[in-house]
């Protein structure tokens, strides 16, 4: 592993069935980047993701996190899905969720250091007041700050976001991108949008991904953003990019 | 009542105490499980399990009539059975690939047929209304005895993998990424739920368990926000709900397991309706402070 690369992915294909939906793909993510992931429906951006997560196992190639593959457990890889797994009917409180962030594998009860872990990370997302609400009386951008509480309580050095902002407004999109910059200062923060203008601003590296991976120079990204500004899905999905264009 | 209260003190009636018994210690697991069943929405795998039950007890009968003497408690049987068809719902519904509400009614329905052709194969008559609708006379030491073993089972694991089995349940996603064995913890609550399944099966039926397993649940889920809260009401639910439904089958002299049933039943509607009401004056009230916050 080179020095400082806290994600490496080394010739990663992964496909399901005979479909293809990553090729040969090699990345390298410094510690306290943020990177974001761009790229068209069914390009592949959350199964990459998944793949660093360790949820999905590469066909060919791998995804090392601090020099182990993904195939050992990462309790430093936090991720947060797009859409919440959570049954809004369920029976389940702030603090339930964010204290499961420190569950060991085995059996047992929570003690007051991972109480204390709970505690600290919902403080560090401003949701310390919501300790006892149920995980339904909460709003959209709510929600998502408990997730990223949990996977901070667990220990997490890496964030993977997989479309943070979906579903919420522009206020809450916006608060949101603002404690995400803010974990950045510790935290490694690799972020799956299809909405780049909100992130513009934050990212350090952007990558496309269609089946293949391109990276773009960050201005280049933003000018193609300009440019696209006037279509009807405001995305940076751009039609001359090799990335983008990588789907064969 | 005070016939019901007559009837148990009278050391003659042994089984309206054994069918008392079995309902009070029965209630936690059917707190604790029938609570996992309607949060996780899986209240049609318990209607499997309880109706494969019926392939054990007519086992039992069967082997029993046979040979002329108690081989095998139709309790045993049941418990044999409700784990074998846990066994086979977990184990299909993952390898074979199958679709697994196909496995479910498969299992529902063979384990049923199974259970009847050993009835009907059994050379002395069996009534099956009492094990499909339930009969407190069919308990008896051996059957409390089982009973109270199954029920400290279930109790002891959930105490002991409580936070698991709930994170397991509400995100087997992030489970299976803190590094437990999501399948492991599913395949333990399916197992949970056939033991506790056996230990009403006498007392209300093999039909009607299902619903000792689910209304008390619902009817928790109304007024609580943390699991274990909703564990503790169901099983006050559910034991109310035993105590006072023998109470009145012994005093109208009608079916146990169809009076326990008709009270919990009563009890959830009339909590439906409370909560409705809570919920509207709540609304208003929320409707008024904002009112009064407009300018």
């Known amino acids: ?248 | 009542m005070s016939s019901f209260i007559a009837a148990l003190l009278n050391p003659d009636m042994v089984f309206i105490r054994y069918a008392l018994f079995a309902g009070l210690i029965s209630a936690v697991p059917f707190g604790i499980t029938g609570s996992f069943i309607v949060v996780k929405r899986i209240g049609y795998v318990a209607g499997a399990i309880s109706h494969a039950v019926l392939a054990g007890i007519g086992f039992a009968m069967y082997v029993n009539a046979k040979y002329d003497k108690e081989v095998l408690s139709p309790m045993l049987g049941a418990f044999i059975a409700a784990v074998t068809a846990g066994i086979i719902i977990s184990f299909v519904s993952r390898y074979a690939k199958e679709r697994e509400d196909t496995i479910i009614g498969t299992v529902w329905a063979f384990g049923m047929a199974i259970g009847l052709l050993f009835i009907h194969s059994t050379p002395t008559y069996i009534d099956p209304m009492s094990y499909l609708f339930g009969n407190i006379q069919l308990l008896g030491s051996l059957e409390l005895k089982l009973i109270i073993i199954l029920a400290v089972i279930v109790v002891f694991v959930v105490v002991l993998f409580y936070n698991q089995l709930l994170l397991v349940s509400y995100d087997p996603e992030f489970a299976a990424l803190r590094g437990l064995n999501v399948y492991f913890y599913q395949v333990m609550l399916i197992m949970l739920i056939s033991c506790t399944v056996v230990l009403m099966a006498s007392s209300v039926g093999i039909v009607m368990v299902i619903a000792l397993l689910t209304i008390p649940s619902g009817i928790a889920s109304f007024f609580t926000i943390k699991l274990w809260h909703m564990i503790i009401v169901s099983s006050i639910v559910c034991a109310v709900s035993v105590v006072s439904g023998l109470a009145f089958s012994y005093m109208l002299a009608m079916p146990s397991g169809a009076v326990i049933i008709v009270v919990c039943g009563i009890i959830y509607f009339a909590a439906m309706m409370l909560n409705a009401i809570f919920g509207i004056i709540q609304k208003n009230r929320a409707v008024g402070k904002r009112d009064q916050i407009k300018p």
């Open chain 1, 1 to 248: 592993m080179t020095e400082n690369n806290i994600i490496e992915i080394k010739d990663l294909s992964f496909a399901y069935g005979n479909e293809s939906i990553l090729s040969h793909i090699n990345c390298e993510i410094k510690d306290k980047e943020l990177v974001s992931i761009v790229g068209p429906n069914g390009g592949g951006k959350t199964t990459l993701v998944r793949l660093m997560a360790g949820l999905l196992y590469p066909v060919k190639g791998k995804v090392y996190i601090e020099g182990v593959s993904t195939t050992e457990r990462h309790p430093i890889v936090g991720y947060v899905s797009q859409n919440s797994m959570i049954d809004d009917k369920f029976p389940v409180t702030v603090q339930d969720i964010v204290l499961s962030g420190t569950m060991k594998s085995g059996f047992g009860f929570y003690n007051k250091n991972d109480r204390k872990k709970a505690n600290s990370a919902l403080e560090s997302v401003g949701m310390s007041n919501f300790v006892k609400k149920r995980h339904s009386d909460l709003s959209g951008g709510q929600r998502k700050r408990v997730i990223i509480a949990r996977a901070l309580a667990g220990g997490a050095k890496i964030l993977l976001l997989d479309e943070p902002t979906a579903n919420l407004d522009a206020n809450s999109s916006a608060d949101l991108i603002e404690l995400i910059k803010d974990l950045n200062k510790t935290i490694t923060v690799v972020l799956v949008t299809h909405d780049y203008g909100f992130v513009s601003d934050i990212t350090n590296r952007v990558f496309c991904i269609n089946n293949h991976l391109h990276e773009h120079p960050l201005k280049e990204a933003e000018e193609r953003f300009a440019m696209n500004l006037k279509r009807v899905d405001h995305t940076v999905v751009l039609n001359k990019c090799k990335g983008c264009e990588g789907k064969q």
